[in-house]
């Protein structure tokens, strides 16, 4: 196995990161309430607050939460985004990502408050997204959004959920998705690749598998679960996606994507050395973070805007 590197600035980050229990059941409420609050208003200090809206949803209110464009209050194109999270952790208001996609992409942001695992497991998560862009492309005319410019994306969990509503919306004949933005993707249950890294800062392997298996809670895998086990990717929204090679997704998203190619479906995936999960935006003040989250939000303005 290649030696694990990670970038001097960000390891300096991780040097003086306060250390985190291992996710378990036991310990899932401690991490719900530590999550990482991200200094957003130090670089985007001009971003608006979030708009909450309260939605009919599959099991009750659904709350989406609306970041606009402090430059561009009445762009056309939106963004439905999924929080991170291992799809047991996290919140609708995602307001690092919703600041950082509406000012250095220009789109209106709208992210799911989607429903946790293991309290609600699959398909809870998937429904209340599916439900929330049926929503966007129905009051579409209220925001002033296009209907030809919804894009959908998430990062890590939330971008597996962004992949699975991708292959779910197709599969029902739902409203038509632009682009997809898949940030770090959680796309594979097993993580079985024998060259996988196992030993990586933030997001370890056997966190990895305690998230799934509260997600999947007893239920066999399937494309919509897990969409890595998905044997026909065509028809799909074109895609984006972004990968750290210190990240023990790299191997699953650098496949999917490729298996996307094979597909016929436009796509483009970038590797960062030095890059751990997530790591872009705890050290977004760090130059590879910054690099990093600049490309995908050209990635989306580029999708969307022109």
Known sequence: MTALYIDPELQGLLEHAPIRPQLSH?????????TDLRDFEHYFPQALPAICHDIDGPAGVLQIYEYRPSQAPDTTAALLWMHGGGYVMGHGNDAWFGALFSELAGVRVFSVNY????????????ND?????????EHSANFGIDTARIA???????????AALALHNRDIAGPSIAFQLLLYPMLDHLHDNPAAFTDVPRWPRAT?????EMYLGGTAASPHSVPAMATDLADLPPAYLCIGEADIFLDEVCTYAKRLQVAGITQKCQTYPGMFHAGESLG???????????DYASALADALLT
């Open 115 to 126: 429903r946790l695992a293991p309290e609600h497991p699959f398909p809870a998560a998937l």
């Open 152 to 162: 959908i994306g998430g990062a890590s969990a939330g971008a597996g959920l962004a």
């Open 129 to 137: 997204s599916q439900c929330a862009l049926q929503w966007l492309v």
């Open 284 to 294: 977004y003040g760090t130059s590879i973070g910054r690099q990093m989250s600049h």
């Open 208 to 212: 990895s598998l305690q998230a799934w």
């Open 26 to 34: 036991a310990t899932l409420q401690q991490l719900r309430a530590s």
